[in-house]
T-cell receptor
Framework: AQSVAQPEDQVNVAEGNPLTVKCTYS??????LFWYVQYPNRGLQFLLK??????LVKGSYGFEAEFNKSQTSFHLKKPSALVSDSALYFC???????????FGAGTTVTVRA | GAGVSQSPRYKVAKRGQDVALRCDPI?????LFWYQQALGQGPEFLTY????????KSGLPSDRFFAERPEGSVSTLKIQRTQQEDSAVYLC?????????????FGSGTQLSVL
C-alpha cells in the first residue's frame, strides 16, 4: 500500500520569505513522487516530480523539492515566495508496481504581501 | 481541445437520481483516471483505463459507480441511485503513454451536489 502525509493543513509566509511545504510518504518499493498545485475553480497542475537520480529536483514557477530516502520525505521549497503562490498544494506518490497516484490531504499556502 | 475537458461543470441531483459525468481527455492520451475529491480532502483514486481497458477499478466505492471508455478516448462515470455521500468534485486526468513516471493532466472537475 502507498500513502502520503502532509502534516500541515496551512502554511503562512510573508512575500519574499522562503516557503517550505512538508511531505512524507510510504511505499513498498521505489517511489515516484510528485507535487501538484490547485488554484480555485481550476484543475490540479503539475509542478515537479522525482523518479530517480539527483535528489534535488527543480520544477515550474521556481519551485524545487528534495528527495530524502532515509527520512521518506519530499518537501517542496521556494527560496522567495510570491503572493501569487497562494494556493492548495498536494504531494502524491506512485509505487513502482501500481498505476494509481495517491495524494495527500493538501496544504493551503497563503503568502501575505 | 488543448486540455482535459469535463462536463457538466456543476451537477445538482436529487437523492436516488442517476447521473453521468463526461471526460474528454487530451487527444492521443493512453491513460485516463477518475478521482473523487471531497471538500477539504485530497483526490481519492476511483478507476484507471489504459485505452479502452479498465485495468483498475478498486477505488469505486460501491456497485452504484460505473465507468466506461468504449473507444479509448471519451470516458463516462455513471453513478446510479445517488446518495448524499456521493457529493464531491469528480476529477478526470489523462497521461500520454501510461508509464508510471508520467505527469497527469487534470480537468477542472465536475462538482456534484446530491440533495
Amino acid at each position: 500500500a502507498q500513502s502520503v502525509a502532509q502534516p500541515e493543513d496551512q502554511v503562512n509566509v510573508a512575500e519574499g520569505n522562503p516557503l517550505t511545504v512538508k511531505c512524507t510518504y510510504s511505499v513498498s518499493g521505489n517511489p515516484y513522487l510528485f507535487w501538484y498545485v490547485q488554484y480555485p475553480n481550476r484543475g490540479l497542475q503539475f509542478l515537479l516530480k522525482y523518479i530517480t537520480g539527483d535528489n534535488l529536483v527543480k520544477g515550474s514557477y521556481g519551485f524545487e523539492a528534495e528527495f530524502n530516502k532515509s527520512q521518506t520525505s519530499f518537501h517542496l521549497k521556494k527560496p522567495s515566495a510570491l503572493v501569487s503562490d497562494s494556493a492548495l498544494y498536494f504531494c502524491a506518490v506512485r509505487d513502482l508496481n501500481d498505476y494509481k497516484l495517491s495524494f495527500g490531504a493538501g496544504t493551503t499556502v497563503t503568502v501575505r504581501a | 481541445g488543448a486540455g482535459v475537458s469535463q462536463s457538466p461543470r456543476y451537477k445538482v441531483a436529487k437523492r436516488g437520481q442517476d447521473v453521468a459525468l463526461r471526460c474528454d481527455p487530451i487527444s492521443g492520451h493512453v491513460s485516463l483516471f477518475w478521482y473523487q475529491q471531497a471538500l477539504g480532502q485530497g483526490p481519492e483514486f476511483l478507476t484507471y483505463f489504459q485505452n479502452e481497458a479498465q485495468l483498475d477499478k478498486s477505488g469505486l466505492p460501491s456497485d452504484r459507480f460505473f465507468a466506461e471508455r468504449p473507444e479509448g478516448s471519451v470516458s463516462t462515470l455513471k453513478i446510479q441511485r445517488t446518495q448524499q455521500e456521493d457529493s464531491a468534485v469528480y476529477l478526470c486526468a489523462s497521461s500520454l503513454e501510461g508509464t508510471r513516471g508520467e505527469k497527469l493532466f487534470f480537468g477542472s472537475g465536475t462538482q456534484l451536489s446530491v440533495l
